[in-house]
């Protein structure tokens, strides 16, 4: 599975759109984009996947480059709640490897 | 409900005393993972496990045994812990053979060795 980069912190706030990018340079064809979060120590929860084509749900939107090389994790009007730890990863829904890369994450930051 | 289930929540131990964190889904999943969190150095993946009696090491196996002899569990055991498996470790899984692939985490297991 393809290592993802991601900022080590970011603002945003209460009320506004936060955008926390993703790289994934190396990302192969079959390989879809997770986002996860996780709020203060608790186990990580699940936001949204996609595989190319922008993705939207309750939570959150998902925007893929056309090369798929990067993409967008968007929370359309960020609450205080939001506050947590973002983490990108690539993986194969089926793959028959099971070796995950979550590296470190971005620390978002929802201001008042 | 469906849910990924750790247990114990939180543990003290000393050096050198064998210890099992164990983990139970409910979900028919066929893939398994225990990860540990250290500060500043996000998740790390130990092991993982896509079926039964399938289980091979991830990025920190180092100093741990998993064994998957049922579906539904696949525990964590520290032969000899030692102070640098205090961590807060967490395990998940997920469907790999059909569904979105979305990973089930449990609420964490704080281990702390003295």
């Known amino acids: 599975d393809a290592k993802t980069t991601q900022p080590t912190s970011m603002d945003c706030a209460e009320g506004r759109a936060a955008n926390l990018p993703c790289n994934h340079s190396?990302?192969?064809?079959?390989?879809?984009v997770y986002w996860y979060r996780q709020i203060h120590s608790q186990g990580p929860q699940y936001i949204i996947h996609g595989l190319k084509n922008n993705e939207t749900n309750e939570m959150a939107s998902l925007i893929i480059t056309e090369d798929r090389k990067s993409s967008t994790l968007i929370l359309p009007h960020a609450t205080l709640r939001d506050t947590a730890v973002y983490y990108c990863i690539v993986r194969v829904p089926s793959s028959n490897t099971g070796k995950l890369i979550f590296g470190q994450g971005t620390t978002l930051q929802v201001k008042p | 409900e469906a849910q990924v289930t750790q247990n114990p929540r939180y543990l003290i131990t000393v050096t050198g005393k064998k210890l099992t964190v164990t983990c139970s889904q409910n979900m028919n999943h066929e893939y398994m993972s225990w990860y540990r969190q250290d500060p500043g150095l996000g998740l790390r993946q130990i092991y993982y496990?896509?079926?039964?009696?399938?289980?091979d090491k991830g990025d920190v196996p180092e100093g741990y045994k998993v064994s998957r002899k049922e579906k539904r569990n696949f525990p964590l055991i520290l032969e000899s812990p030692s102070p640098n498996q205090t961590s807060l470790y967490f395990c998940?899984?997920?469907?790999?053979?059909?569904?979105?692939?979305?990973?089930?985490f449990g609420e964490g297991s704080r281990l702390t060795v003295l």
């Open positions: 496990s896509m079926n039964v009696e399938v289980t």
């Open positions: 998940a899984s997920s469907t790999h053979l059909q569904g979105n692939g979305e990973l089930f």
């Open positions: 190396t990302i192969s064809g079959n390989e879809y």
